[in-house]
């Protein structure tokens, strides 16, 4: 009888050691597995905010180059002193094939040449 106690008492003992042990591992687990998915995460969406910044940049860049191309355009058409379409007999006139085009494509012409003038005249 005594020893049926005795090794229920020591199981008991065993069972409850076991549990806290497994206990204070499973805690411990969970929580520097939390704080390192914590600090995976954070890393992740930091590098997506910087490839994000990177590309807002890119576009700021392309819009900005665009702007002063632009820009170029409207100073050398506005410092001109000749008109943007020469007329020949009352029709629009190509500045670089002296042949007539129609209003729309002399304009078109006439930004083209005025765009490659500035850029070469920016990038000298």
């Not at 090794?7 to 050691?17: E, F, L, Q």
């Not at 805690?27 to 390192?36: F, M, P, Q, R």
């Not at 992740?44 to 490839?51: D, F, G, K």
């Amino acid at each position: 009888m005594k020893q049926k106690r005795l090794s229920a008492k020591i199981a008991a003992i065993v069972t409850i050691s076991l549990t806290v042990v497994f206990g204070l591992l499973m805690a411990t687990v969970v929580l520097l597995s939390g704080k390192t998915t914590s600090t995976n995460i954070r890393n992740e969406l930091t590098n997506l905010a910087h490839a994000n910044g990177n590309q807002v940049q890119a576009i700021l860049d392309s819009v900005s180059r665009q702007a002063e191309t632009m820009q170029g355009y409207i100073e050398q058409t506005y410092n001109r002193k000749s008109p943007l379409i020469s007329y020949s007999n009352g029709k629009a006139k190509s500045a670089v094939y002296e042949m007539e085009m129609s209003d729309l494509n002399v304009e078109i012409e006439n930004y083209l040449l005025n765009s490659m003038w500035c850029a070469m005249s920016t990038n000298l």
